[in-house]
C-alpha cells in the first residue's frame, strides 16, 4: 500500500496494470482529506504522454520498477476524460468509482487533495463544501458524526479511546508504523562485446629434400676373347667422340589450402556474489508525557 511518505518515489514513475503491462507516467497524486491516503494519481499515457487519465492507487503497489496499479491498461484507456487541473469534484470522483467498479470513499465523503497543492476542498454528504487553505485546520464535524481536529481534547473519539490527534485531520487515534524494506533483484544488460577476425600471416617454411643427378664416370676394360670381335670392328687407326646425356632432379614446389580446424564463439553463466549497500528508512514511535509504559509489548 502506497503511503503520504512516499509519494515522492511515485510522482515521475511508470504505472503498470495488474498484468504488469506499462501504462504510463505518474504525474499528480490526489489525496483523500477524510483518510489522508492517496487515492488518485494522474498517469501521463498516449505517444508523447500528453493525455493525463486518473487511475486509482488505493490499493496500488510500490515496485522495483514503477507503481502498480489493481487496473487493466484497456480500463484505463477507456477511463472517464477529466481535466487534471484543480480538484476533482463530487460528480466526477463517483464517475470514476463507477468505471473502475470501487466503492466510494471512506465515510461517504467525496474529499480530493491534489499533493503539493494549496488549497483543500471538502464536499460533505450533506451537501456543505468546506475550503481550507493551506496552513490552517478545518474545525467541525463531518456528516457520519466524526469529529475533526478542533474537538476537545478530553472527548473519546468513534472508536472509543481517549485522545484527540494534535497533528492534522487526516489521522485517528492510532499511528501506523512504517519501514521501508531493501529489495535486490538483478537484471541483464550489456558489458562487453568480443568476436572473431581471420586474416592471413606469412610464415617462412623450410623444408629438406632428396636429389639425384648423374656424374661421368670413364670405365676401361682389357680387350679379352669376348669383346676383341667389338674392337677390331672398324679402323685400325682413327678418331671417335662419344657422348653421354647428363639428368639431375630439381626440387618442385606447389601449394595447397586445406582445412585444419573450425574456431567459434561461446559464451557461459559464471556467477559471482555482488554485496549491495542501501540505506533504508523506518519509523520508530515513542511516547512522552506522564505515560506508565507497562504490558507484555515493548516499547519501540
Known sequence: ??????????????????????IGTASEVFLDDQSGNPEWVTVKTGLFGTKETFV??????????????????????????????????????????????????AGGRTDTTTA???TTTTTTTSGRTDTTSAGFS????????????GQDA????????VGHDTSGPTTDDAMTRSEEQLRVGTTSEE???????????????????????????????????GNVGSALDGPAISEEEHE????????????????????RLDTEAVTDEVTVDETVRKEQIDADGDTDLRGDSPRR
Request: glycine residues 10%.
Open 1 to 22: 500500500m502506497i503511503g503520504t511518505d512516499t509519494l515522492d518515489r511515485v510522482i515521475g514513475a511508470d504505472v503498470y496494470d495488474a498484468d504488469g503491462d506499462k
Open 56 to 105: 486509482p492507487i488505493r490499493d496500488a503497489d510500490l515496485t522495483g520498477n514503477g507503481v502498480r496499479v489493481p487496473v487493466s491498461k484497456a480500463a484505463v484507456k477507456d477511463a472517464p476524460k477529466i481535466d487534471a487541473e484543480g480538484h476533482l469534484s463530487p460528480q466526477e470522483e463517483q464517475e470514476l468509482y463507477r468505471h473502475y467498479g470501487m466503492g466510494t470513499g
Open 116 to 118: 503539493g497543492g494549496p
Open 138 to 149: 478545518d474545525t467541525g464535524t463531518t456528516a457520519s458524526g466524526r469529529p475533526t481536529s
Open 154 to 161: 478530553d472527548d473519546s473519539n468513534r472508536y472509543g479511546t
Open 191 to 225: 558489458v562487453g562485446r568480443a568476436r572473431l577476425r581471420k586474416y592471413v600471416v606469412t610464415e617462412d617454411v623450410s623444408t629438406t629434400v632428396p636429389v639425384s643427378r648423374e656424374e661421368v664416370r670413364v670405365e676401361r676394360e682389357p680387350i679379352t676373347d
Open 244 to 263: 653421354v646425356t647428363l639428368h639431375a632432379e630439381r626440387p618442385v614446389v606447389e601449394k595447397e589450402a586445406v582445412p585444419v580446424e573450425r574456431v
